[in-house]
């Protein structure tokens, strides 16, 4: 028999239960918060005293717990520098089988044995390092086509009168998307590997602004590693002063060439005829695509924009580390602190010197994000008088066929210029939805250019980029190969070690 006061008793011990829980789950979101805003303040430190707020929270930077989900951008495009540059008299750069920082790892100064190895690897040409994942799981010749462009775009001697260039501008025509732009320069660079010509890009208008500092204002090189050696870009433009160079063909530019050559030219034969084995890993109404009628430019185009986007600048990096932490940094910062034994940061100590294993090894691994991933690209507005438009709906049947097979993916970044389909996501409770903050189109009939004008020309030439790049290391996508952007992210997965991944498109392209 149970009493009245016995009740009572147990509704006051569930209560005290209830309030401590409450309490403990108070006490870790302010834990959280504190712990993303401390990453964010040494993200910002520049502009926003890093070390001041960190002090204010009584927080030492060396107790402060390492940000999976960032990266280290000094040291990683020091790691690129170093990587894209040959050292004294090599024909290739010190591409080895030793991955990332592996290789500067001191041993090798001291081992006599182990530096022939690597100048043996050196000299026979190793493949490229930016090139992830088997032969299998990137299109057929991907490496050898990597490593040949990069020797044709950095002769060992720029300055011999057997070298040739190309010199271009980016397009620059109203209406020209950036997928357009980076389209018309893969085109491009087919061209100049068919004559035997450096291709040497010059004023690139997406990155005059502000943030371009120095010699990258107004370059690609502000975004992405350049697309020839330093000494090749001086060669070319002074070649470009001289009448002769002109007469006899040494130096040509984009208007040397018809719009029909830059964008539906011939692709390069040199390495045979790869594209007819592409794997058939695209999937179009329920259908696995096997063959089409542009194959070779799909193929192509891949392998270009893998080159032009080999290696992403320090400014680059940083953007991305802004973007994860605005999506994942508090995801992070709750996993962090699961992780840790004490409660910090009231017991904290100061974070131990990092080891030669988090140094050499574990920091080529990739920064943490929700995986698996899925990339959604939803192309709407003015796109509806180039390929067939869908809904937003249509996108999410893909994804939910996708998780059908993978019933663990559970997140998605999502890539789109429109309001509507960020609206729409609401009505998904049971994904988790992550996306660039900015100001997206109200209106389907707006065109891109108009959209981004209004934001101006940094944030519009930003915030794609990240998206591009997220997709492009995401585990799963889905978009629509209508779109020259889809099309080119395609190719970035296709190059990047995702062809075993798949492709889910809701369209194809008008042209196949």
């Known amino acids: 028999m149970v009493t009245r006061s016995d009740c009572h008793f147990k509704f006051k011990e569930t209560e005290r239960l209830g309030d401590s829980k409450s309490s403990r789950e108070r006490n870790n979101d302010e834990r959280v918060s504190l712990l993303y805003s401390a990453w964010s303040s ?16 009584g927080i030492s930077g060396s107790s402060l717990p390492n940000a999976p989900h960032l990266e280290n951008c000094k040291v990683k495009t020091h790691l690129y520098d170093y990587l ?5 008299y090599e024909v290739f750069p010190p591409w080895t089988t030793w991955k990332g920082s592996l290789q500067t790892f001191p041993v090798a100064a001291f081992n006599e044995q182990i530096q022939n190895l690597r100048h043996e690897a050196v000299s026979e040409g190793a493949y490229p390092p930016w090139i992830a994942g088997s032969d299998e799981e990137n299109y057929p010749l991907t490496r050898k086509v990597q490593r040949d462009i990069w020797i044709h775009q950095h002769p060992l001697n720029c300055s011999s009168p057997d070298v040739k260039f190309l010199v271009t501008e980016w ?16 085109g491009l660079l087919g061209i100049a590997i068919n004559e035997g010509r450096v291709l040497v890009t010059n004023y690139y208008n997406r990155a005059d602004h502000g943030s371009c500092k120095g010699s990258s204002r107004s370059s690609w090189s502000c975004y992405f590693f350049p697309e020839t050696s330093l000494e090749c870009r001086q060669r070319a433009f002074e070649l470009m002063k001289s009448e002769e ?3 006899k063909g040494i130096v040509t530019t984009k208007e040397n060439y018809t719009t029909k050559h830059i964008w539906a030219g ?6 045979g005829l790869p594209w007819n084995y592409l794997q058939p890993t695209t999937d179009i109404n329920g259908t696995l695509l096997a063959s089409h009628r542009k194959m070779d430019r799909r193929w192509w185009r891949a392998q270009a924009v893998r080159y032009l986007m080999r290696f992403p600048t320090e400014y680059t990096c940083n953007l991305m580390n802004e973007a994860r932490h605005a999506s994942f940094g508090k995801l992070a910062a709750k996993m962090v602190l699961e992780s840790l034994a004490g409660d910090w940061p009231k017991e904290s100590s100061a974070r131990p010197r990092p080891d030669d294993i988090d140094e050499y090894v574990w920091s080529n691994h990739k920064p943490w994000v929700p995986r698996p991933l899925l990339c959604m690209h939803v192309r709407m507005g003015d796109k509806a008088c180039e390929m067939k438009v869908v809904g937003f709906e249509e996108y999410m049947q893909l994804a939910d066929r996708t998780r059908r097979h993978f019933p663990h993916l559970n997140n998605i970044w999502l890539s789109t210029e429109m309001q ?42 930003n915030y794609p980029l990240v998206n591009f790049l997220m997709a492009a290391d995401s585990d799963f996508y889905v978009g629509a190969l209508g779109s020259s952007w889809s099309f080119l992210i395609d190719g970035m997965r296709n190059t990047g070690g995702k062809v075993m991944a798949g492709y889910l498109s809701v369209n194809k392209d008008r042209f196949w």
């Open 42 to 57: 040494v993200l910002n430190e520049p502009t926003s005293g890093g070390k001041e707020h960190l002090q204010k929270h």
């Open 420 to 461: 509507e389909v960020i609206d729409k996501t609401r009505e998904y409770s049971h994904w988790n939805f992550y996306y660039t903050k900015v100001r997206r189109q109200a209106r389907i009939n707006m065109s891109m250019a108009v959209y981004e004008a209004s934001l101006g020309r940094e944030t519009s030439t």
């Open 266 to 271: 011939p692709t390069p034969r040199k390495w």
């Open 84 to 88: 894209d540059k040959r050292k004294g």
């Open 171 to 186: 397009e620059r025509l109203p209406g020209f998307g950036i997928g357009a732009q980076i389209a018309g320069m893969c």
């Open 245 to 247: 160079a002109w007469s």
